[in-house]
Structures are given as structure tokens and as C-alpha cells.
Nanobody, 125 residues
Framework: VQLQASGGGLVQAGGSLRLSCAAS????????IGWFRQAPGKEREGVSY????????WYSSSVKGRFTVSTDSAKNTVFLQMNSLEPEDTAVYYC???????????????????WGPGTLVTVSS
């Protein structure tokens, strides 16, 4: 299993970015994909997840209403659309996958088996 996150960059506050997580070696419908972020000096935190088999999603309170996660099964890719970005959203963003779709646990990094390298998102004020 390999995951590759991309789409990060530098954006002004109020702007938008779309992150992509391209997956190989797995079938998305059999996995949950989580998005996490880690800011300098802080712990990795859950941002969103999608349980691809039934489309259930979750968002952290800090991004709810601004971020949207979606899946393109044909491309085996999960997207994170990030709107109304704030300086506090600055972090390295990671996508992760797990075949154990236990919704109550998907907010935690420890629930995921596979991780891709992160992509840096910088939001300037």
C-alpha cells in the first residue's frame, strides 16, 4: 500500500487549496482514509476522514464547514477541499489508510496502518 498526498502550498488567509491523496495497492471501498495535520511543536491531529464503503465522513470542529472530503474511486484518490483557510491551518497534512473501519476510532492516528509523506500547507495572514 502506498499513499501520496499532494496539493499543498502557500496561500493567503481566506484562500483555498485542494489536497489529493493518491492510493495504490488498495481498493478504496475497503478502507477508511483519514486526513491529519501536524503544526510545528504540536501533536498530530485528526482533520477529517471518509469511510469509503458507505461515504461516512467526519470533520474536526476546527475545520467543519470549511473543509470537505471526497472520494474518486475510479482514480483511487481522496480529496480534501480546504476553503476559507486561516493561518491556524498551517501544518504538514498527511493522509492515512486503514482497513479496520471502526468509526469511533478513526479520529486517532494510531488507528491507521498506512501513511504517506505529508504535504505542507502554509497560510499567510
Amino acid at each position: 500500500v502506498q499513499l501520496q498526498a499532494s496539493g499543498g502550498g502557500l496561500v493567503q488567509a481566506g484562500g483555498s487549496l485542494r489536497l489529493s491523496c493518491a492510493a495504490s495497492g488498495l481498493i478504496l471501498d475497503d478502507y477508511a482514509i483519514g486526513w491529519f495535520r501536524q503544526a510545528p511543536g504540536k501533536e498530530r491531529e485528526g482533520v477529517s476522514y471518509v469511510a469509503s464503503s458507505d461515504g461516512r465522513t467526519w470533520y474536526s470542529s476546527s475545520v467543519k464547514g470549511r473543509f470537505t472530503v471526497s472520494t474518486d474511486s475510479a482514480k483511487n484518490t481522496v480529496f480534501l477541499q480546504m476553503n476559507s483557510l486561516e493561518p491556524e491551518d498551517t501544518a504538514v497534512y498527511y493522509c492515512a489508510a486503514t482497513p479496520r473501519v471502526i468509526l469511533s476510532a478513526l479520529r486517532e492516528p494510531s488507528s491507521y496502518n498506512y501513511w504517506g509523506p505529508g504535504t505542507l500547507v502554509t497560510v499567510s495572514s
